[in-house]
């Protein structure tokens, strides 16, 4: 399993961002994926998750209605679309795969990314 985040960056508060998550090594159309993101001296917490099929999504009380979490299995990449940023979204942001198709499924703890850093100040 190999997955491979970017896109992030330093954006102002209120901007856009569109993290990417290119996957290989597994057959990305049977799995569901998520993605996570961990602030200085915080833990590591889940702001969305997908479906195999992408038709089911699950959000983080914090960033629903704001970001929005799709795939493209054609292309076996992940995409969380950040809009109305605010300087708490500031974290470096991590996909990981689930253990299943489901986007209630556990994560796969052994399949994070390295992560992209997104920084939202003016």
């Known amino acids: 399993v190999q997955l491979v985040e970017s896109g992030g960056g330093l954006v102002q508060p209120g901007g856009s961002l569109r993290l990417a998550c290119a996957a290989s090594g597994f057959t990305f159309s049977g799995y569901g994926m998520s993605w996570f993101r961990q602030a200085p001296g915080k833990e590591r917490e889940s702001v969305a998750r997908i479906s195999d099929t992408g038709d089911f999504t699950n959000y983080a009380s914090s960033v629903k209605g704001r970001f929005t979490i799709s795939r493209d299995n054609a292309k076996n990449t992940v995409f969380l679309q950040m809009n109305s940023l605010k300087p708490e979204d500031t974290a470096v942001y991590y996909c990981?795969?689930?253990?299943?198709?489901?986007?209630?499924?556990?994560?796969?703890?052994?399949?994070w990314g390295q992560g992209t850093q997104v920084t939202v100040s003016a």
């Open positions: 990981a795969r689930l253990y299943g198709r489901p986007s209630y499924s556990p994560v796969d703890l052994g399949s």
